[in-house]
């Protein structure tokens, strides 16, 4: 990243472009030696940022896979456990996963792994779609600090951070200048 682009961004970049690239290529990579001959896998990205991720790896995987990789997206809003005592009423968005969820191998995809909340509501929302035969997580940035036992099973990169500390991932879906990681305090 250039250096007048990393003042686009309110804190400090730790991954640029080419860095969440190349960490996409890896998951990909790994996720295709775990899965290149299997029919039943499939990637839910988690909205928002998941969602673009996952249609980012999907593209990298299904170069490389046999069978045909299913896409789905998953609005967990409902699963929170911060809402209550909430004025506001979560904003539903729409969850589409156009398969059934049963015996399948799914893989959750998410930006950042922080407290491991977001999963477990993820979890919760593909169970209550049926029985799959597995639940994986990819993600790009695990940031530490769980207040859950969740761990990814593949990772783009792992970060030290303090807990009062912010991880954005900012990526050009989403109407950002440039994709980038950043911290921030």
Known sequence: MKRSDSK??????????VAID???G?????????YRDDDMIALVGIRTGGIHLAQR??????????????????????Y???LVGR??????????????????????????LFTGRTIRAAMDGVIDLGRPSRIQLAILVDRGHRELPIAADFTGQRLVTKKNE??????????????????SS
Not at 57 to 78: F, K, R, S, W
């Open 87 to 112: 004025f506001n009423q979560p904003v539903l968005r729409t969850t589409d996963i156009p398969f059934d969820v049963a015996n399948r191998n799914i893989i959750l995809v998410d930006d950042v």
């Open 8 to 17: 686009k961004f309110n804190g400090r970049v730790i991954m640029d472009q």
């Open 166 to 183: 912010m991880v954005k991932v900012c990526l050009h879906e989403e109407g950002h200048p440039a994709d980038a990681v950043v911290l």
């Open 26 to 34: 890896r998951i990909a990579e790994e996720i295709v030696k775990s």
């Open 57 to 78: 790896l999907l593209a990298v995987i299904q170069e490389q896979c046999v069978h045909e990789v299913l896409l789905g997206t998953l609005d967990i809003n409902l």
């Open 80 to 82: 929170r456990d911060d």
């Open 22 to 24: 190349g960490a996409i």
